[in-house]
């Protein structure tokens, strides 16, 4: 039976009980605070009762996840003042992954499992751009034409503005105004290093819910301090990897443990100048991931930089120090105070400016899903190096991953570049200029999908599926088929077109 993961302790010892673990939650304070060592203590406890991380590692520092501590003195003390009876400097099973490739396993996605309304955001498209944007992934659909990578999808685009007067009759206006946008916005973020994050072999949404030879979980930790120099493509990519969680995984219904725990850091970049449309997609998922066994903590400075939507769902809560400088953070420190269960006489907006490093405001579900009174408590040491590590020592990480090797090795299979690129063009090999779109699908994504106002017209192929539709687009058929997309991909197809 999975134990109980001791946080912090005050007055009282703080658990986060594993049953609840999935019912998401929120580690917030102002910098340099101690938000990311809560985040270590929480993931080192997980780990130990085998349960699968991710996080992303935005300053270079939690890579000393994968190093044992020093065991300092002023640990073994933090140690005995929350009441661990047993301390110890250790390592954790670590896998690296990078988007770019350079500091740990390639991560990469296929332009269709993005899917346009991410691919808009990245693009900062607006609504009829967007719309534009849809119907080309819908024509791509409804030809058999995989989109893979971005020279698939400039190659589509191009298909499409060359033939707007052909498809119009069938699929609606093609404006060469917002063709061109959308191909400047891809030049744009193909200079970003988008080239590399978009491709095969994608990521395989299995290889991050592994564990390690000892049955702890496995610490999959996404270097994101380049990543960070594009915040929307930072937040776009781990929303992608939500949504990818979320359609992925079955209904799990209450577990012992949850199947993975994902940290959302810096979440304000996910929220910020999100439209309302897609807001309305993460709070959906957010709200309904945790029925896959899939717990979602987000890590920011102040909970006012997640919306009411979303913060009433977080359950477990680690509030280190805010500041009180202006009459606006004022403000802040008093709606962060509010949204915690208080004990009468307890003026949560004083100690919440008061805390020191090392000291948060804890509240935690209990075993009847009740969040606990909120208590000023010291939070438990780490176990593991704090700090960077050294490039040989992450190399030596990264070649010991059961998985090296595999996401090195880049895939360019026959696709939409390659199809509408073909010297001599026939039938088998070119979109048929205005056919007929394929009709929609069925089942519980379906229903889902039009639940949330978009109909969904595919699903996740199962391997030997995908390899037959592969061998089928080879031979050139013309069966009609549907390209994979993911579940926040597809949601606004309908609505778009």
């Known amino acids: 039976m999975a134990q109980p993961i001791l946080v912090a302790r005050g007055q009282n010892s703080h658990m986060l009980l594993p049953a609840m673990a999935n019912r998401h939650g929120l580690i917030a304070g102002a910098t340099g605070t101690g938000k990311t060592v809560s985040l270590r203590v929480l993931a080192e406890g997980l780990s130990r009762q085998g349960v699968p991380i991710f996080m992303a590692d935005v300053k270079g520092d939690l890579a000393g996840l994968s190093q044992a501590g020093s065991a300092e003195q002023k640990f073994k003390e933090r140690a005995a003042q929350v009441g661990m009876e047993e301390y110890q400097a250790r390592a954790y099973p670590v896998t690296f992954w990078d988007v770019f490739g350079e500091q740990g396993h390639p991560v990469r996605a296929t332009v269709s499992d993005m899917g346009p309304l991410l691919l808009s955001r990245l693009l900062n498209l607006n609504d009829t751009q967007s719309a534009v944007l849809s119907l080309v992934f819908r024509v791509a659909d409804d030809n058999a034409l995989a989109l893979l990578d971005l020279k698939d999808l400039r190659a ?24 061109g946008a959308i191909q400047r916005g891809l030049l744009t973020l193909s200079e970003q290093g988008a080239d590399k994050f978009f491709g095969e072999p994608m990521l395989n949404i299995a290889d991050l819910m592994q564990t390690g030879a000892d049955g702890r979980g496995m610490i999959n930790i996404l270097a994101a ?17 939500l949504s990818e969680l979320f359609e992925a995984l079955p209904e799990a219904g209450d577990l012992e443990k949850p199947k993975l725990v994902f940290f959302f850091d810096e979440a304000h970049l996910l929220f910020n100048d999100a439209p ?5 997609k993460i709070e959906l998922v957010v709200r309904l991931i945790r029925s896959k066994g899939v717990g979602v903590y987000f890590v920011t400075q102040s909970p006012q930089d997640i919306p009411d939507s979303v913060l009433g769902q977080l359950g477990n809560r680690v509030q280190h120090a805010l500041r009180a400088f202006s009459a606006k953070d004022e403000k802040a420190v008093r709606a962060a105070a509010q949204t915690f269960r208080t004990q009468a006489g307890t003026d949560l907006s004083k100690v919440l400016t008061e805390l020191a490093v090392g000291e948060a405001l804890v509240s935690f579900l209990n075993d009847q899903g009740t969040p606990a009174y909120a208590e000023r408590a010291f939070v438990a040491p ?10 040989s020592e992450r190399d030596a990480v990264v070649k ?27 039938p088998s090999s070119v979109p048929s200029v205005g056919s007929t779109p394929a009709a929609g699908g069925g089942g519980l994504l379906g229903s889902l999908g039009n639940l949330l106002g978009g109909s969904r017209t595919s699903r996740r192929q199962t391997p030997v599926e995908a390899f037959i539709s592969s061998t089928v687009r080879t031979i050139g058929s013309q069966v009609g088929r549907q390209i994979v997309r993911g579940v926040l991909g597809s949601l606004m197809r309908g609505s778009s077109r």
Do not use: C
């Open 276 to 280: 309302g449309a897609l807001l309305e």
């Open 156 to 179: 589509m685009i191009q298909h499409v503005g060359e033939h707007a007067s052909e498809y119009q009759s069938s699929y609606g206006n093609v404006s060469a105004a917002s063709i």
């Open 225 to 241: 301090s380049k990543l960070m120099e594009f915040p929307k493509v930072y937040s776009t990519f781990l929303l992608w990897l």
């Open 382 to 391: 780490p176990e593991s190096r704090l700090g960077a590590i050294s490039p």
């Open 400 to 426: 010991q991953s059961l998985v090296f090797g595999h996401y090195e090795r880049v895939v360019d299979r026959e696709s939409a570049y390659e199809r509408l690129t073909t010297k001599v063009a026939t």
